[in-house]
């Protein structure tokens, strides 16, 4: 977000589209932002989940940070001996929303490319569009408690974080976690002309520190205190990689349930706030109807996203299949018909069923195996019957999707 003091005028921006040409072993690759506010990101380990996270964390300028709050791509793709970079490409498409004092809001939308072709990245830091952006990685999960130089922090002041903004930090952490925490808390640490500053919460009428800590606790507030903070009023981009870190899945449901709600809220409906993380957790599946998934898997040409998959048909991609027969299915019920007639045949142990999710990826994992070479004799994607009820449009869909001439919305 920026205001034009001038003009009275606020500037907010979302990402709609994101398209890597190269980085790292990401190539040919291409996602759609814009359906919803919360996006999540899953694939293998290796498959490119945090780069793609990295580049986006990079996307912006904010306001008032410096590059040690990982913004600038040479914080993520630093020259080594290994590799420097050059011929890395990428571009998104980024939607800005103009708030006017006086006339209409005005909408523009236009392609932003960064590269590497020399000694540095373009555009420059400097010429970036200016918006608040925040990546929270996998530094820092560590606990002062943990720290074996935690001795230093055992000496604090404790302040009450009393305002709006904690309170509703702390019904949030509540809710995730499960426990009735009553107060949210800063540990100061003086030293000589130095302060340092540690996470507290008081619960169950005990009062505790960092040093005390569980690290989920203090990784759930962190990204917590991150989205309620006031930067973030008027839109922005967070970012947090391996958002399950550290969480069971029921905390990890409950955690995604409060950022729908945190970004449907009404002051975000022209200032637009998203929120982007990575994961390995399945049960992600629960919200394709309100966040954006985004399914990672690697050709040997291309990287592909899929709307969603289970990572069992992940798995039958990477053809590491350990029963001979493989049958794809596109929901529960689907599964379940499958699996009382495989029951019913006596041939459990020679088959393996995986739903797929949309109807579109039943055509994307047949060409997916084509395309590594992988034989598909023995490999079956059922449909329900309300699309592609002709072997014409089945042939037609999967020459598409081989060819690569699909549309990425169908995909």
Same mark, same amino acid.
């Given at each position: 977000?920026?205001?034009?003091?001038?003009?009275?005028?606020?500037?907010?921006?979302?990402?709609?589209?994101?398209?890597?040409?190269?980085?790292? *072993?990401?190539?040919?690759?291409?996602?759609?932002?814009?359906?919803?506010?919360?996006?999540?990101?899953?694939?293998?380990?290796?498959?490119?989940?945090?780069?793609?996270?990295?580049?986006?964390?990079?996307?912006?300028?904010?306001?008032?940070?410096?590059?040690?709050?990982?913004?600038?791509?040479?914080?993520?793709?630093?020259?080594?001996?290994?590799?420097?970079?050059?011929?890395?490409?990428?571009?998104?498409?980024?939607?800005?929303?103009?708030?006017?004092?006086?006339?209409?809001?005005?909408?523009?939308?236009?392609?932003?490319?960064?590269?590497?072709?020399?000694?540095?990245?373009?555009?420059?830091?400097?010429?970036?569009?200016?918006?608040?952006?925040?990546?929270?990685?996998?530094?820092?999960?560590?606990?002062?408690?943990?720290?074996?130089?935690?001795?230093?922090?055992?000496?604090?002041?404790?302040?009450?974080?009393?305002?709006?903004?904690?309170?509703?930090?702390?019904?949030?952490?509540?809710?995730?976690?499960?426990?009735?925490?009553?107060? +949210?808390?800063?540990?100061?640490?003086?030293?000589?002309?130095?302060?340092?500053? +540690?996470?507290?919460?008081?619960?169950?009428?005990?009062?505790?520190?960092?040093?005390?800590?569980?690290?989920?606790?203090?990784?759930?507030?962190?990204?917590?205190?991150?989205?309620?903070?006031?930067?973030?009023?008027?839109?922005?981009?967070?970012?947090?990689?391996?958002?399950?870190?550290?969480?069971?899945?029921?905390?990890?449901?409950?955690?995604?349930?409060?950022?729908?709600?945190?970004?449907?809220?009404?002051?975000?409906?022209?200032?637009?706030?998203?929120?982007?993380?990575?994961?390995?957790?399945?049960?992600?599946?629960?919200?394709?109807?309100?966040?954006?998934?985004?399914?990672?898997?690697?050709?040997?040409?291309?990287?592909?996203?899929?709307?969603?998959?289970?990572?069992?048909?992940?798995?039958?991609?990477?053809?590491?299949?350990?029963?001979?027969?493989?049958?794809?299915?596109?929901?529960?019920?689907?599964?379940?018909?499958?699996?009382?007639?495989?029951?019913?045949?006596?041939?459990?142990?020679?088959?393996?069923?995986?739903?797929?999710?949309?109807?579109?990826?039943?055509?994307?994992? +047949?060409?997916?195996?084509?395309?590594?070479? +992988?034989?598909?004799?023995?490999?079956?994607?059922?449909?329900?019957?309300?699309?592609?009820?002709?072997?014409?449009?089945?042939?037609?869909?999967? *020459?598409?999707?081989?060819?690569?001439?699909?549309?990425?919305?169908?995909?």
């Amino acid at each position: 977000m920026r205001y034009d003091q001038k003009n009275s005028t606020v500037v907010s921006y979302s990402i709609e589209r994101l398209k890597i040409d190269q980085l790292k *072993n990401i190539r040919d690759f291409e996602f759609d932002l814009s359906g919803h506010r919360i996006t999540g990101i899953l694939g293998v380990n290796g498959i490119g989940k945090s780069t793609i996270l990295h580049a986006l964390a990079c996307v912006y300028r904010p306001h008032d940070t410096a590059s040690v709050e990982y913004n600038r791509l040479s914080d993520f793709f630093k020259t080594n001996p290994h590799a420097n970079w050059q011929g890395s490409k990428f571009e998104v498409d980024i939607r800005s929303f103009e708030l006017h004092a006086n006339k209409p809001p005005s909408v523009d939308l236009k392609t932003v490319r960064y590269y590497k072709d020399s000694q540095k990245w373009s555009p420059k830091y400097v010429n970036r569009p200016k918006n608040e952006s925040l990546f929270i990685g996998l530094e820092g999960i560590q606990t002062a408690g943990e720290d074996p130089t935690g001795y230093r922090f055992r000496n604090y002041k404790t302040i009450e974080d009393a305002n709006e903004a904690e309170d509703l930090i702390r019904r949030d952490l509540a809710f995730i976690l499960g426990r009735d925490y009553s107060k +949210i808390n800063t540990h100061v640490i003086s030293r000589g002309s130095s302060q340092y500053e +540690i996470e507290g919460l008081e619960w169950n009428s005990v009062t505790y520190s960092e040093l005390s800590m569980g690290s989920g606790e203090k990784r759930v507030l962190k990204i917590l205190k991150a989205i309620h903070h006031p930067k973030f009023d008027n839109g922005g981009l967070v970012l947090v990689d391996e958002l399950d870190m550290l969480l069971h899945d029921l905390s990890f449901q409950r955690l995604i349930e409060v950022l729908i709600r945190k970004m449907a809220s009404k002051q975000y409906k022209v200032k637009p706030l998203q929120f982007v993380f990575s994961t390995h957790r399945e049960s992600v599946a629960k919200f394709t109807d309100r966040i954006n998934i985004c399914s990672l898997f690697q050709t040997p040409a291309k990287t592909i996203s899929l709307p969603y998959v289970s990572p069992d048909v992940i798995l039958g991609l990477t053809g590491r299949c350990e029963k001979p027969l493989e049958i794809y299915v596109e929901d529960d019920l689907a599964e379940d018909i499958v699996g009382d007639l495989v029951f019913k045949k006596d041939m459990i142990e020679f088959v393996q069923i995986a739903r797929f999710g949309t109807w579109q990826n039943a055509f994307t994992i +047949i060409a997916s195996k084509v395309l590594q070479g +992988i034989d598909i004799s023995n490999a079956i994607c059922v449909l329900d019957g309300d699309e592609c009820n002709s072997e014409q449009e089945r042939m037609s869909r999967f *020459n598409a999707v081989l060819n690569g001439d699909d549309k990425q919305e169908q995909r």
